[in-house]
């Protein structure tokens, strides 16, 4: 079973946490960090797999991640999975998001939380994979986002329509949005470990 | 077409998340947290309904701020109220904020579980499944409950979609494991595990868990899955690469799916339907097969995902075990990837190597390993793969590799990284004893250990190493010698100067012959690390000072003097203190005598199973420990052996440490001066008629606490020469009232004469009186004297029957004799009646050193190298009595397995061969 899946980039920072068993949300912060902190000071090369940290069970459970440029994405599984199915689960979420987002990068993660949450949650329910193929998954979102655009065509016009305004206002807008960050997207697939 | 189109999202939202993103510092991210949490507070609050759009973007917000580790303490009801929205997106958004932040014991259920009713029913496939997904992140038993019903119907329904079908199977997963009483599969098991031919792959995925989980659980019930899971997993596998379409991953069909298969299978033993069984050793052959073929694409997810099938078919190959020729390529399998380029490889190559070690039948092939292994240890870059390594060398530990595989462990151990150092250790120390040839070896070891990781060793392996050299009396001046060497290194750990304080105050003796070593350059050797120890180390010193003055008389003024010392006897520690104060009086006023008697050398520990054992477990887990000591020892604790003290103080034990109260084992010795004279206190006999439950116990040794009650307690010392015996009687007042009219008498048969020195009436309220006891043998006997007390407790008339332990073989003389004389004797008692035979059950362990010390105990001597079969015993003697003796001879054949002796004895006279055999028989 999968106790928890996080994604944290480089410093540490929590872009997507799931976790299919239940801690008090202090809990989970500290499994966040306890987990980045054991991810992160390993060096590249070495194995994706190390046990895990003593709030989440220690040996019992391990931890596989894999590294994409500024992202971890860790999976905390019990003894009952797969190592090497999990690297590969990973690696169809990451493609998927990045289908799904047109070369992913962190920015993606943040901004869109709740549609990464719903790609996930095509994948992964309860702890247990659902679906592992990646055409499926996306079929599956381009259903929920068609419905979405459909919604958005009747109620969401007038919101739109506000926002475009309030957008002609804010000139300095763009700026806000931390245009830094996008030289650390993912170029593309091939490039990943 | 990308899936998520950019720039349609909410602005609001992105506005927030930039400006966060933007804060310079902690304190500002909070305050514009805090400002957007009062903004989206008073909206919630506001007089205003909010639309759609505007809840969903202020949950939205929320989550965020929730991600950011900030705790969001309102808006639940918001979400509740999206999910009763028409709108996709709204109740979509209602969903996510409640499973990221509702937990299974929120108020809100009843509310929620509404909600999914409503949804359940909507025949909606989106909807449906958004339900399902609440459930199964939630999963309380209130949902449980409401919904447990429900499910299974849906999941098994013809109408419904594929979608809804995995959602479905996944979200009864998960009740299953929240509330499996709840769950009640019966009806449906047959329809569920006919879901494992499903047409649509990722149902089956889906259902693949859900099966797994319940056949684990109900074996039986879901046995017809075998057959179901062999033929969709050979499907799998002999399809090419194209024909699973898209659950074709990098050109390897499946692999997700054919991993869940294997690990299904391993929930059950080889199939016993031939056909069955033949198809899917098929498989794993051609599992096998793939993996020498050339890869189809240089990615490594390919080569993942061809290995990660791999991997779970070798598990299933260890955990049916039964098929020799697949172990044994699995284990060449495992080799090549040992020396895989990938690193992940190496790791789970080391991993399922150690489960592959543990089979018979691949023992010895995994063994081929070790210089590999051993090179992981010593090179990898990774501590993950090098701890593997660590415990694959355990793992495949055995008799002709141990000395070389505890020598690599403790090398690495000098540079090992200290998160894996303790284990290290445990294992270390668990090795060198389970295989230990000699023991000089195991204690070169245990130092070493020490030395090298003094800070790892815990409490366990150090009382170990001391307990196995007080049990083995050949080891014991090595130990000596060693100890002392090693300490003097200018720095030594403290745990060494505890393993030296206790090896050089119980057998420094040893090696005092030795200038080098003299009994006064130990003391100075171990005075020297004094003050740099800690409190309980300090305690330890001090009682192996007070040893040395019973071992060495010479060093006892200088000892003294340091006893005396300010920084001793008025030591701020009430624990040093009370110890310097008493050893010094203890010193200065008793005899040597009494100091030889209090301070006598440690009796062996009884042989228990290896705490250190038992903490690797703990640590590990219970599964992690593959490897068990073939004989089970313990440590005995040290506070039960005490061997009595001068003062009924808490710290009566010579040589314990407070800090390390014994778990088991302990004689309820606290406190009691009486009791702790006789160390082996057993369990209290009561008065009533004669007592031959303590008689028994005398059979093979002389000394020990012969009758206890609430009152009374009678010890016993006895010694016998020829056909003499003089027997030492101490009756201790238990109570703080005087026994008056204290009598007592003895009975004995005709083949024995006694006689009996008279007390004085009176036994005083917590006093000890000695009475002494003469006995000759005349001639050979069967019943035992009879001992009668009568005395007056508080008015009441006490009268106390016991047997005395005087037994024939009390009278036994040992005889020493070569192989030839023995079989020669042997032989010439070959008539019927002077042969004795019994055959019994074992009552106690059959620990060999247990059994030579019952024997010896017997009086007899011990005969080495006499029986053609070293796991036999013989004993050879003469029983003297004043009108005859009596040679006797003794065979005792254990066998381990059945958990049996055989036990003959011939003598030269029926009636002793006979009653011999009759005692001894009881004492195994």
């Given at each position: 079973?999968?106790?928890?899946?996080?994604?944290f980039?480089?410093?540490g920072?929590?872009?997507?946490?799931?976790?299919?068993?239940?801690?008090?949300?202090?809990?989970?912060?500290?499994?966040?960090?306890?987990?980045?902190?054991?991810?992160?000071?390993?060096?590249?090369?070495?194995?994706?797999?190390?046990?895990?940290?003593?709030?989440?069970?220690?040996?019992?459970?391990?931890?596989?991640?894999?590294?994409?440029?500024?992202?971890?994405?860790?999976?905390c599984?019990?003894?009952s999975?797969?190592?090497?199915?999990?690297?590969?689960?990973?690696?169809?979420?990451?493609?998927?998001?990045?289908?799904?987002?047109?070369?992913?990068?962190?920015?993606?993660?943040?901004?869109?939380?709740?549609?990464?949450?719903?790609?996930?949650?095509?994948?992964?329910?309860?702890?247990?994979?659902?679906?592992?193929?990646?055409?499926?998954?996306?079929?599956?979102?381009?259903?929920?986002?068609?419905?979405?655009k459909?919604?958005?065509?009747?109620?969401?016009?007038?919101?739109?329509?506000?926002?475009?305004?309030?957008?002609?206002?804010?000139?300095?807008?763009?700026?806000?949005?931390?245009?830094?960050?996008?030289?650390?997207?993912?170029?593309?697939?091939?490039?990943?470990? | 077409?990308?899936?998520?189109?950019?720039?349609?999202?909410?602005?609001?939202?992105?506005?927030?998340?930039?400006?966060?993103?933007?804060?310079?510092?902690?304190?500002?991210?909070?305050?514009?947290?805090?400002?957007?949490?009062?903004?989206?507070?008073?909206?919630?609050?506001?007089?205003?309904?909010?639309d759609?759009?505007?809840?969903?973007?202020?949950?939205?917000?929320?989550?965020?701020?929730?991600?950011?580790?900030?705790?969001?303490?309102?808006?639940?009801?918001?979400?509740?109220?999206?999910?009763?929205?028409?709108?996709?997106?709204?109740?979509?958004?209602?969903?996510?904020?409640?499973?990221?932040?509702?937990?299974?014991?929120?108020?809100?259920?009843?509310?929620?579980?509404?909600?999914?009713k409503?949804?359940?029913?909507?025949?909606?496939?989106?909807?449906?499944?958004?339900?399902?997904?609440?459930?199964?992140?939630?999963?309380?038993?209130?949902?449980?409950?409401?919904?447990?019903?429900?499910?299974?119907?849906?999941?098994?329904?013809?109408?419904?979609?594929?979608?809804?079908?995995?959602?479905?199977a996944?979200?009864?997963?998960?009740?299953?494991?929240?509330?499996?009483?709840?769950?009640l599969?019966?009806?449906?098991?047959?329809?569920?595990?006919?879901?494992?031919?499903?047409?649509?792959?990722?149902?089956?995925?889906?259902?693949?868990?859900?099966?797994?989980?319940?056949?684990?659980?109900?074996?039986?019930?879901?046995?017809?899955?075998?057959?179901?899971?062999?033929?969709?997993?050979?499907?799998?596998?002999s399809?090419?690469?194209?024909?699973?379409?898209?659950?074709?991953?990098?050109?390897?069909p499946?692999?997700?799916?054919?991993?869940?298969?294997?690990?299904?299978?391993?929930?059950y033993?080889?199939?016993?339907?031939?056909?069955?069984?033949?198809?899917?050793?098929?498989?794993?052959?051609?599992?096998?097969?793939?993996?020498?073929?050339?890869?189809?694409?240089?990615?490594?997810?390919?080569?993942?995902?061809?290995?990660?099938?791999?991997?779970e078919?070798?598990?299933?190959?260890?955990?049916?075990?039964?098929?020799p020729?697949?172990?044994v390529?699995?284990?060449?399998?495992?080799?090549?990837?040992?020396?895989?380029?990938?690193?992940?490889?190496?790791?789970?190559?080391?991993?399922?190597?150690?489960?592959?070690?543990?089979?018979?039948?691949?023992?010895?092939?995994v063994?081929?390993?070790?210089?590999?292994?051993?090179?992981?240890?010593?090179?990898?870059?990774?501590?993950s793969?090098?701890?593997?390594?660590?415990?694959?060398?355990?793992?495949?530990?055995?008799?002709?590799?141990?000395?070389?595989?505890v020598?690599?462990?403790?090398?690495?151990?000098?540079?090992?990284?200290?998160?894996?150092?303790?284990?290290?250790?445990?294992?270390?120390?668990?090795?060198?004893?389970?295989?230990?040839?000699?023991?000089?070896?195991?204690v070169?070891?245990?130092?070493?250990?020490?030395?090298?990781?003094?800070d790892?060793?815990?409490?366990?392996?150090?009382?170990?190493?001391?307990?196995?050299?007080?049990?083995?009396?050949?080891?014991?001046?090595?130990?000596?010698?060693?100890?002392?060497?090693?300490?003097?290194?200018?720095?030594?750990?403290?745990?060494?100067?505890?393993?030296?304080?206790?090896?050089?105050?119980?057998?420094?003796?040893?090696?005092?012959?030795?200038p080098?070593?003299?009994?006064?350059?130990?003391?100075?050797?171990?005075?020297?690390?004094?003050?740099?120890?800690?409190?309980?180390?300090?305690?330890?010193?001090?009682?192996?000072?007070?040893?040395?003055?019973n071992?060495?008389?010479?060093?006892?003024?200088?000892?003294q003097?340091?006893?005396?010392?300010?920084?001793?006897?008025r030591?701020?520690?009430?624990?040093?203190?009370?110890?310097?104060?008493?050893?010094?009086?203890?010193?200065?006023?008793?005899?040597?005598?009494?100091?030889?008697?209090?301070?006598?050398?440690?009796?062996?520990?009884?042989?228990?199973?290896?705490?250190?054992?038992a903490?690797?477990?703990k640590?590990?887990?219970?599964?992690?420990?593959?490897?068990?000591?073939?004989?089970?020892?313990?440590?005995?604790?040290?506070?039960?052996?005490?061997?009595?003290?001068?003062?009924?103080?808490?710290?009566?034990?010579?040589?314990?440490?407070?800090?390390?109260?014994?778990?088991?084992?302990?004689?309820?010795?606290?406190?009691?001066?009486l009791?702790?004279?006789f160390?082996?206190?057993?369990?209290?006999?009561?008065?009533?008629?004669?007592?031959?439950?303590?008689?028994?116990?005398?059979?093979?040794?002389?000394?020990?606490?012969?009758?206890?009650?609430?009152?009374?307690?009678?010890?016993?010392?006895?010694?016998?020469?020829?056909?003499?015996?003089?027997?030492?009687?101490?009756?201790?007042?238990?109570?703080?009232?005087?026994?008056?009219?204290?009598?007592?008498?003895?009975?004995?048969?005709?083949?024995?004469?006694?006689?009996?020195?008279?007390?004085?009436?009176?036994?005083?309220g917590?006093?000890?009186?000695?009475?002494?006891?003469?006995?000759?043998?005349?001639?050979?006997?069967?019943?035992?004297?009879?001992?009668?007390?009568?005395?007056?407790?508080?008015?009441?008339?006490?009268?106390?029957?016991?047997?005395?332990?005087?037994?024939?073989?009390?009278?036994?003389?040992?005889?020493?004799?070569?192989?030839?004389?023995?079989?020669?004797?042997?032989?010439?008692?070959?008539?019927?009646?002077?042969?004795?035979?019994?055959?019994?059950?074992?009552?106690?362990?059959?620990?060999?050193?247990?059994?030579?010390?019952?024997?010896?105990?017997?009086?007899?001597?011990?005969?080495?190298?006499?029986?053609?079969?070293?796991?036999?015993?013989?004993?050879?003697?003469?029983?003297?009595?004043k009108?005859?003796?009596?040679?006797?001879?003794?065979?005792?054949?254990?066998?381990?397995?059945?958990?049996?002796?055989?036990?003959?004895?011939?003598?030269?006279?029926?009636?002793?061969?006979?009653?011999?055999?009759?005692?001894?028989?009881?004492?195994?």
């Amino acid at each position: 079973m999968i106790k928890a899946i996080l994604i944290f980039n480089n410093h540490g920072k929590p872009r997507l946490s799931k976790f299919y068993e239940h801690y008090s949300e202090d809990t989970e912060q500290q499994i966040i960090r306890e987990t980045f902190h054991l991810v992160s000071k390993r060096d590249e090369n070495v194995c994706n797999f190390l046990e895990g940290g003593m709030l989440i069970g220690g040996s019992e459970n391990k931890l596989i991640y894999r590294h994409y440029a500024t992202l971890y994405f860790v999976f905390c599984v019990d003894s009952s999975e797969s190592g090497l199915g999990i690297l590969d689960l990973i690696q169809v979420f990451v493609e998927t998001l990045d289908k799904c987002f047109e070369n992913v990068c962190e920015l993606d993660l943040i901004f869109h939380v709740d549609k990464v949450h719903n790609i996930l949650a095509e994948m992964v329910m309860g702890g247990m994979v659902l679906e592992t193929n990646m055409n499926e998954i996306i079929t599956q979102v381009d259903a929920q986002n068609k419905m979405e655009k459909s919604e958005a065509g009747i109620a969401g016009a007038p919101a739109r329509a506000v926002s475009a305004v309030k957008n002609m206002n804010l000139p300095e807008m763009p700026r806000n949005i931390n245009i830094g960050d996008i030289s650390i997207k993912v170029p593309n697939l091939p490039s990943f470990k | 077409m990308p899936a998520v189109s950019k720039g349609d999202g909410m602005r609001g939202l992105a506005v927030f998340i930039s400006d966060i993103r933007n804060c310079k510092s902690k304190e500002a991210e909070i305050k514009r947290i805090n400002k957007e949490l009062a903004n989206i507070r008073s909206k919630f609050k506001g007089d205003k309904a909010l639309d759609g759009y505007s809840k969903k973007k202020y949950v939205c917000k929320l989550l965020f701020i929730f991600l950011l580790g900030h705790d969001i303490d309102f808006g639940h009801m918001e979400a509740v109220n999206l999910l009763s929205s028409n709108k996709y997106t709204e109740k979509q958004i209602g969903y996510l904020f409640i499973s990221v932040l509702v937990n299974s014991n929120s108020e809100l259920i009843r509310l929620i579980n509404n909600a999914i009713k409503n949804d359940l029913s909507s025949r909606n496939p989106t909807f449906m499944c958004l339900a399902l997904h609440c459930i199964a992140n939630v999963g309380s038993r209130e949902m449980a409950e409401a919904f447990a019903g429900e499910i299974p119907r849906i999941l098994v329904a013809g109408d419904t979609m594929d979608s809804v079908k995995q959602s479905a199977a996944l979200c009864l997963l998960r009740l299953y494991k929240a509330s499996p009483d709840l769950v009640l599969m019966g009806e449906w098991t047959s329809r569920v595990v006919h879901l494992l031919n499903d047409q649509h792959m990722g149902v089956v995925t889906a259902a693949i868990s859900l099966i797994t989980c319940l056949s684990s659980k109900n074996p039986d019930e879901f046995k017809t899955c075998v057959s179901l899971a062999v033929s969709r997993l050979s499907r799998i596998v002999s399809s090419a690469s194209t024909d699973l379409q898209d659950y074709t991953y990098y050109f390897v069909p499946a692999p997700w799916l054919s991993c869940k298969l294997l690990r299904l299978l391993q929930c059950y033993p080889p199939p016993e339907d031939g056909a069955v069984k033949g198809r899917l050793v098929e498989c794993l052959e051609t599992i096998l097969n793939k993996a020498q073929e050339p890869p189809k694409s240089k990615k490594v997810q390919h080569s993942n995902a061809k290995n990660a099938i791999l991997f779970e078919a070798i598990s299933l190959i260890i955990h049916y075990d039964s098929e020799p020729n697949l172990l044994v390529r699995a284990c060449n399998q495992l080799g090549q990837f040992l020396q895989h380029r990938e690193t992940n490889l190496r790791y789970l190559a080391l991993e399922s190597m150690c489960t592959l070690a543990s089979s018979e039948f691949s023992h010895e092939a995994v063994k081929t390993h070790i210089e590999t292994v051993i090179n992981a240890l010593k090179t990898e870059r990774d501590v993950s793969v090098r701890q593997r390594a660590a415990d694959l060398l355990y793992a495949m530990c055995d008799r002709s590799n141990a000395k070389q595989i505890v020598a690599e462990m403790l090398s690495y151990l000098e540079t090992a990284d200290y998160s894996i150092r303790e284990e290290m250790v445990l294992k270390v120390a668990i090795l060198a004893e389970k295989y230990a040839v000699d023991y000089s070896w195991y204690v070169d070891t245990i130092l070493n250990l020490i030395r090298i990781a003094g800070d790892y060793v815990s409490e366990e392996v150090w009382y170990r190493v001391i307990q196995i050299v007080i049990n083995r009396d050949d080891v014991q001046g090595y130990a000596a010698k060693t100890v002392f060497e090693a300490l003097q290194a200018p720095a030594c750990h403290e745990n060494m100067v505890k393993v030296g304080g206790y090896i050089l105050g119980e057998f420094g003796n040893l090696i005092a012959g030795d200038p080098r070593s003299s009994p006064l350059v130990q003391f100075n050797l171990l005075h020297s690390k004094f003050h740099l120890c800690s409190v309980p180390t300090r305690a330890l010193l001090l009682s192996a000072y007070i040893k040395f003055i019973n071992l060495f008389p010479e060093t006892k003024a200088t000892i003294q003097e340091v006893l005396r010392s300010d920084s001793q006897i008025r030591n701020s520690d009430v624990e040093l203190q009370q110890r310097a104060v008493e050893y010094l009086k203890l010193s200065s006023i008793a005899s040597t005598d009494v100091l030889a008697t209090v301070l006598e050398e440690m009796p062996p520990f009884p042989e228990r199973e290896s705490s250190i054992l038992a903490k690797l477990k703990k640590k590990k887990g219970p599964g992690a420990v593959s490897v068990e000591l073939e004989d089970g020892k313990e440590r005995g604790d040290y506070l039960s052996h005490s061997n009595g003290s001068s003062t009924p103080s808490p710290s009566a034990d010579l040589l314990g440490l407070r800090s390390t109260a014994p778990a088991s084992g302990a004689t309820p010795s606290a406190g009691s001066l009486l009791v702790d004279v006789f160390s082996e206190a057993g369990p209290s006999a009561t008065s009533a008629g004669v007592n031959d439950d303590g008689f028994l116990r005398f059979v093979c040794k002389n000394n020990g606490v012969l009758f206890e009650n609430q009152l009374l307690q009678i010890g016993i010392k006895s010694e016998y020469r020829q056909n003499l015996g003089r027997m030492y009687l101490f009756y201790g007042n238990k109570t703080s009232v005087q026994f008056v009219s204290f009598n007592t008498t003895v009975s004995c048969p005709g083949e024995l004469q006694s006689h009996i020195l008279q007390l004085e009436p009176l036994v005083e309220g917590g006093a000890q009186v000695q009475q002494v006891i003469n006995i000759e043998c005349l001639t050979d006997f069967i019943d035992a004297p009879l001992l009668n007390i009568k005395f007056r407790y508080g008015g009441a008339l006490q009268n106390i029957s016991l047997k005395l332990p005087v037994t024939i073989n009390k009278f036994f003389q040992p005889t020493e004799m070569a192989a030839a004389d023995f079989f020669q004797r042997w032989k010439q008692l070959s008539q019927p009646q002077q042969e004795a035979q019994k055959i019994f059950k074992a009552s106690h362990g059959m620990d060999t050193e247990v059994l030579k010390a019952k024997l010896l105990g017997l009086g007899t001597a011990l005969l080495e190298n006499v029986d053609p079969n070293p796991e036999n015993y013989v004993c050879a003697g003469v029983i003297q009595t004043k009108a005859q003796q009596v040679g006797c001879l003794l065979r005792l054949e254990p066998n381990a397995q059945a958990q049996m002796y055989r036990l003959t004895l011939r003598s030269s006279k029926d009636t002793v061969s006979q009653r011999v055999c009759d005692l001894l028989a009881e004492q195994f």
